[in-house]
RNA sequence: GGAGAGCUGGCUGAGCGGCCGAAAGCGGCGGUCUUGAAAACCGUUGAGGGGCAACCCUCCGGGGGUUCGAAUCCCUCGCUCUCCGCCA
């Protein structure tokens, strides 16, 4: 959520920057229902405050033992306006809420211009991509070789967009997270934490996937419970530090954590409906960090990097893009999307998106520190990142790695994790 | 699933329907004293919002109600704890 005084007095370039993420900020409605909040809240705390000194000049009387039959009369109706004015003021409050929810993040200012991931900004191409000397098989046909992956059976028991795993490519798979998780929280300074697969609505709320989202998530909504599964980790790790106040000395905070994500994926029908790609349930790996405002900037540099280093330990080549505003995502102000390179699709795709959130969330979910400077709660910043997706690196390794005769060699790094294989024989 | 107890500021914890945004203690911050530190003493210290300002409003788990007036009474939901049952 953008901040409402920032919109009151600086409302004509919000609305401009908020241009290059296509969205289109209704400044009538705004100023209309500001205007009428300011003069309907000065009106209701009037109110307020007339009832407060009366009800008071009550009690002192009756104290004294004076009569107040009168003070009574004179108070009688102000009761009443003032439940008027506050239901009013309350509708208001809630139409103004309903707007700044669905307004996404501003860019920020090195985010490049475009509507179409065709605009996004390539910065780094890293590896070199394998050469075959022999027709490339995708995950797909690999994993129908090796008894692997099935996605036939997937489908009978839970529809589309599902897979099995079966064997060494499901270690392989659970091979990963551990080593993901153990590299960030050795290495990288992560602290390893265990989160809730289902969250309440304020739990999204907070972190921007309600109330503009609803459709891409998976509602458990039974007699008892109202909850959703989670889309990321994001959601419930961000929310670790919803409706705190941290010390200074508390930051950064840096959590990694392994959590199967669930999306609905409406919005997304014929798009990838061939392999591992775009599932309604896979694995990933998260990282989420806590910073102080003046430090997400390279906060969100050294994650992205923390993430990157995953790629080059598997050896695993990818490119790192820039999203454009068209591009970015809703509480984004400015991604890093981690592009691996799949031979089977001869074509680089999302593995890792890394995006610093300013304060955006930290309103929505009153995650503030104390500044010593000012001695004042001040709201965080809030970023995160893949690190990696499973079930991409999974699919990754199985096309980069593959042999003529349909092996697939498995990356060094990942053999500690493997129970002594070394390579899927085919 | 059954029975009971509770939810108050950063923490512990008091709070008769009006003098309660809330005692006290701890913690934090500033100071006195000290070579320095500790101790002691003095002062200070909740959050959010409105208003150009003076100043005002809201908040005692969430929501609703009773009342001129609610932290305090009533209803409801959520959560925590104890005991019993069941269980990975």
Redesign the pocket.
């Known amino acids: 959520m953008l901040d409402?005084?920032q919109l009151r007095t600086d409302l004509d370039s919000i609305v401009e920057k908020l241009r290059t993420k296509n969205f289109e900020f209704d400044t009538s409605l705004f100023n209309q229902l500001e205007d009428q909040r300011?003069s309907l809240?000065?009106q209701t705390?009037n109110l307020?405050?007339k009832?407060?000194l009366?009800?008071?000049a009550?009690?002192k009387a009756?104290g004294k033992g004076d009569d107040i039959q009168s003070l009574?009369d004179s108070?009688?109706d102000l009761?009443s306006q003032l439940k008027v004015a506050e239901i009013d003021l309350n509708a208001l409050q809630n139409s103004l809420d309903d707007l700044l929810l669905g307004v996404p993040n501003i860019p920020h200012e090195s985010v490049p211009d475009g509507d179409t991931e065709d605009d996004n900004l390539i910065v780094l191409i890293w590896g070199d991509k394998p050469e075959f000397d022999f027709q490339v098989q995708d995950h797909i046909d690999l994993g129908r070789h090796h008894n692997g992956l099935d996605f036939e059976i997937a489908a009978r028991i839970s529809g589309s967009r599902f897979v099995t795993m079966t064997g060494p490519l499901a270690t392989m798979h659970r091979a990963l997270i551990q080593f993901m998780i153990n590299y960030h929280s050795q290495h990288h300074g992560y602290t390893e934490t265990y989160v809730p697969y289902l969250v309440n609505e304020a739990a999204l709320i907070g972190t921007g996937q309600l109330p503009r989202f609803k459709e891409d998530l998976f509602h458990i909504d039974s007699k008892?419970h109202n909850l959703y599964l989670i889309p990321t980790a994001e959601v419930p790790v961000t929310n670790l530090v919803a409706d705190s106040?941290l010390d200074a000395g508390q930051l950064p905070i840096k959590y990694v954590a392994h959590t199967p994500c669930f999306r609905a994926e409406a919005g997304s029908y014929g798009r990838d409906t061939r392999g591992m790609i775009r599932q309604h349930q896979f694995e990933k790996v998260e990282l989420v960090q806590i910073v102080k405002p003046d430090e997400s900037m390279q906060a969100l540099e050294d994650l992205t990097g923390h993430a990157e280093k995953i790629l080059q330990l598997l050896r695993l080549p990818y490119r790192k893009v820039i999203l454009c505003g068209g591009d970015l995502g809703f509480a984004s102000t400015k991604t890093y999307d981690l592009e691996v390179w799949l031979p089977g699709q001869d074509a680089y795709r999302e593995i890792s998106s890394c995006s610093n959130m300013l304060d955006f969330q930290a309103r929505r979910m009153k995650a503030?520190w104390r500044n010593p400077d000012t001695g004042?709660?001040e709201l965080v910043h809030t970023l995160n990142g893949s690190g990696l997706a499973i079930g991409r690196t999974l699919i990754a390794i199985m096309e980069n790695y593959q042999r003529k005769d349909g092996s697939i060699d498995i990356p060094d790094i990942l053999h500690p994790f493997m129970n002594g294989i070394t390579k899927i024989q085919s």
Do not use: D, F, T, Y
Request: charged share 30%; hydrophobic share 25%; no cysteine.
């Open positions: 409402r005084k300011k809240q000065i705390q307020q405050n009832k407060n009366q009800s008071k009550i009690g009756k009574l108070v009688s009761a008892n106040i503030r004042k709660p």
